[in-house]
């Protein structure tokens, strides 16, 4: 059993920042990609950001030098530096890991979401 566990977010005014956190724990063997997606009303959940276990990190067009993710391997931990945030970033944001289980399959696992609500 793997538990994803989210805090940060809220509700910040456009041009404001907020940090999202993530922690893995369970029975975790390593940890490929982590990272953040988001879904708005009416929309398909996207990809905003993940980073490799190597440091590899993907960013969406539409967050690109707003955003910051970071990882920690040895703390199995994610966070998201969401800085100029912008009305249209107002989504649920979940939290993903693939991980590695010492029966050595990968499953995609996800955390509960939290809520990001920017005001005009």
């Known amino acids: 059993q793997v538990q994803l566990v989210e805090s940060g977010g809220g509700l910040v005014q456009a041009g404001g920042s907020l940090r999202l956190s993530c922690a893995a724990s369970?029975?975790?063997?390593?940890?490929?990609?982590m990272g953040w997606y988001r879904q708005a009303p009416g929309k398909q959940r996207e990809l905003v950001a993940r980073?490799?276990?190597?440091?590899?990190?993907n960013y969406a067009d539409s967050v690109k030098g707003r955003f910051t993710i970071s990882r920690d391997n040895a703390k199995n931990t994610v966070d998201l530096q969401m800085n100029s945030l912008k009305p249209e970033d107002t989504a649920v944001y979940y939290c993903?890991?693939?991980?590695?289980?010492?029966?050595?399959?990968?499953?995609?696992?996800w955390g509960q979401g939290t809520q990001v609500t920017v005001s005009s």
């Open positions: 369970g029975s975790i063997r390593s940890i490929n990609f």
């Open positions: 993903n890991a693939r991980i590695l289980t010492y029966g050595g399959t990968y499953n995609d696992d």
């Open positions: 980073v490799s276990f190597a440091g590899t990190i």
